[in-house]
T-cell receptor, first 115, second 114 residues
Framework: GNSVTQMEGPVTLSEEAFLTINCTYT??????LFWYVQYPGEGLQLLLK???ADDKGSNKGFEATYRKETTSFHLEKGSVQVSDSAVYFC??????????????WGAGTKLIIKP | NAGVTQTPKFQVLKTGQSMTLQCAQD?????MYWYRQDPGMGLRLIYY???????DKGEVPNGYNVSRLNKREFSLRLESAAPSQTSVYFC?????????????FGDGTRLSIL
């Protein structure tokens, strides 16, 4: 079945460092891919998405490219800020066994940015 | 811009008590979902409703029931709460079941069962 694997956290970086959070997936067909962010005490917010191979999603300085050849959707940001501290979830949407398009979630990666 | 609204935000129950978590969305979405989030476990789907009038079990449905009251509202009921149901519960909605559509989340209900 479909699955998503994210790098384990926490990931601790200094302000202005370069960020990569790895996400790989297993899926049949051509799923859509998403990154969500969860700030402390809040719900999940859509950060970016990509719906076909080689698409690049971007938002708030974050980017991720849908790589079908490596089944990956790594999240990157060139210069992180303390305000980026949050938990980041990778997810895919594709047909499941019942043909419904459920979101399959990674376990989440906690990001801590130190001033 | 209310989006997805969950009530209550916090609740403490005693073992064996019952309660209903409410969720409403104002985006005219067809599909709605209930998740629980536990430390180190990510999000786990409890129940979902692909469209008004239908509900289906997710990954962890035991101990829960749901009602899709109308297109806007989707409630989650704990009939006899157990300490293992202590968690943060999130409701989400989605325009439809198409692959490229994201889910939109409420702010969660933090539930403690003593």
């Amino acid at each position: 079945g479909n699955s998503v694997t994210q790098m384990e956290g926490p990931v601790t970086l200094s302000e202005e460092a370069f960020l990569t959070i790895n996400c790989t997936y297993t899926a049949t067909g051509y799923p859509s891919l998403f990154w969500y962010v969860q700030y402390p005490g809040e719900g999940l917010q859509l950060l970016l998405k990509a719906t076909k191979a080689d698409d690049k999603g971007s938002n708030k300085g974050f980017e991720a490219t849908y790589r079908k050849e490596t089944t990956s959707f790594h999240l990157e940001k060139g210069s992180v800020q303390v305000s980026d501290s949050a938990v980041y979830f990778c997810a895919l949407s594709g047909p499941g066994e019942d043909s419904n398009y459920q979101l399959i979630w990674g376990a989440g990666t906690k990001l801590i940015i130190k001033p | 811009n209310a989006g997805v609204t969950q009530t209550p935000k916090f609740q403490v129950l005693k073992t064996g008590q019952s309660m209903t978590l409410q969720c409403a969305q104002d985006m005219n979405h067809n599909s709605m979902y209930w998740y629980r989030q536990d430390p180190g476990m990510g999000l786990r789907l409890i129940y979902y409703s692909a469209s008004e009038g239908t509900t289906d079990k997710g990954e962890v449905p035991n101990g829960y029931n749901v009602s899709r009251l109308n297109k806007r509202e989707f409630s989650l009921r704990l009939e006899s709460a157990a300490p293992s149901q202590t968690s943060v519960y999130f409701c989400a909605s989605r325009r439809g079941q198409a692959s490229n559509q994201p889910q939109h989340f409420g702010d969660g209900t933090r539930l403690s069962i003593l």
